[in-house]
């Protein structure tokens, strides 16, 4: 099979398409022929330290995938030859979704919606579930509430917007002010110009902040919480802010979630949930694609085609 793998760690020149067995599915699992495949931030963030990823033989990246279900292993049900599905397999460990084939648990795959091609399918496992377990599970989001989501064009923050709105609340996001029709259109009630503005200079009384920028962004919001509000850091538990006294703060790492992957595909059926697509690329230019994530100035998500 066509694989994209990490020769060594470094920048984007790195990814290297080869020819890979396929693999077989274990015990419980499913082979999957990948269709599209999803490029996330902790794609390139790997692929230049190796961090964060319990790697095992060849490097391989990526985690986003939708394609079509080839094989059952023993023990599976849930699925039959045929089936369409999308997922976010092995995450955090090694998954090897930049290839023509993946096999995971059957329970990390959910069926996919039919109202979205797999390009679409595949822009949504990884920072859907993130948006998703950080508002539902984390914060436990209700109606009514407050939310500042910051990068809301962003691949999680898209995500986050339309997710916060389906389960009621009011939602402010930060963006450039070329992106705020867009945002607007995810469903944002306010949308704040982070270059223009100090956003904590305008917004207040907010129940739950998604922060994915880091740095002092975390500081900075802990202004606009209320009392006893919540602050989910997505990059890492060094953006935590001192200080957080009286607030409820947290690092949220994404995990494989059936339960979520559902909720999400329900969204999507229904029309209250759609992915943003900035750019398709092929497979083989797996490096074009890192590259153009990396200058950090997309809309939405970018994908592979593999099929």
């Known amino acids: 099979m066509r694989a994209v793998v990490v020769s060594q760690w470094g920048g984007p020149e790195v990814l290297t398409e080869v020819e890979l067995a396929k693999p077989e599915p274990g ?3 499913v082979l999957v022929r990948v269709h599209a495949a999803g490029v996330n931030p902790v794609d390139w963030k790997t692929r230049a330290s190796g961090a964060l990823i319990a790697w095992g033989g060849t490097p391989m990246t990526g985690w986003d995938v939708s394609g079509t279900v080839e094989a059952v292993g023993p023990g599976v049900t849930l699925f039959q030859p045929g089936d369409e599905v999308f997922g976010m397999p092995r995450f955090p460990s090694q998954a090897g979704g930049y290839a023509e084939y993946v096999t995971a648990p059957a329970r990390q795959f959910a069926r996919k919606p039919a109202s979205l091609t ?17 508002l539902n599970d984390t914060a436990g989001l209700r109606a009514g509430q407050r939310v500042l989501v910051h990068a809301a064009a962003g691949g999680v923050g898209h995500f986050a917007v339309q997710i916060a709105k389906a389960l009621g609340a009011y939602v402010i996001g930060t ?6 029709d867009f945002v607007r259109s995810l469903g944002a009630d306010e949308v704040v110009d982070y270059r223009s503005t100090a956003f904590e200079e305008v917004v207040a009384d907010v129940d739950v902040v998604i922060d994915s920028i880091g740095g002092d962004y975390g500081a900075r919001s802990l202004k606009v919480l209320k009392p006893g509000g919540t602050l989910i850091t997505l990059n890492g538990p060094d953006d ?6 009286g607030f ?7 995990e494989p979630d059936f339960a979520g992957m559902q909720a999400i595909a329900a969204m999507a059926e229904e029309g209250s949930l759609r992915p943003e697509i900035d750019t398709v690329l092929p497979l083989a230019e797996a490096a074009k694609a890192h590259e153009i994530g990396e200058r950090g100035r997309t809309t939405g998500k970018i994908v592979l085609s593999v099929v």
């Open 175 to 180: 963006a450039s002010a070329g992106k705020h």
């Open 118 to 134: 797999h390009q679409q399918a595949a822009a949504l496992p990884l920072a859907a579930l993130t948006a998703w377990q950080a």
């Open 240 to 245: 935590i802010p001192a200080g957080a006294e």
């Open 248 to 254: 409820r703060t947290g690092w949220t790492l994404v």
């Open 27 to 29: 015990l419980g699992e």
